[in-house]
């Protein structure tokens, strides 16, 4: 088990940019799945992104482009850097590990609003 702590969200208008952390209490070079999730008022939690310990990335469609995965196994820390940030993608934020159990943040809210 890991634990997980989101930092980074905020308000930011439509256009901008933001960048999450996720600062583990460990170390997660050995930890081959880390990622990001989203849930949106009434809706379910949706996965944003992904990341293996080789830098393998994967994306949700709607952020293909404008969102970029990355972990820096020094630090322990992953990244979630968000430009063109559209009011759609407003939601609370979270961070999960898999180590094989699956440990999650909790969680950081982005509002995207003018």
């Known amino acids: 088990q890991v634990q997980l702590v989101e930092s980074g969200g905020g308000l930011v208008q439509p256009g901008g940019s933001l960048r999450l952390s996720c600062a583990a209490s460990?170390?997660?070079?050995?930890?081959?799945?880390m990622g990001w999730y989203r849930q949106a008022p009434g809706k379910q939690r949706e996965l944003v992104a992904a990341i293996t310990s080789g830098g393998s990335t994967n994306y949700a469609e709607s952020v293909k482009g404008r969102f970029t995965i990355s972990r820096d196994n020094a630090k322990n820390t992953m990244y979630l850097q968000m430009n063109s940030l559209k009011p759609e993608d407003t939601a609370v934020y979270y961070c999960y590990a898999n180590t094989p159990f699956t440990s999650w943040g909790q969680g950081t809210q982005v509002t995207v609003s003018s």
């Open positions: 460990r170390s997660i070079f050995s930890i081959y799945d």
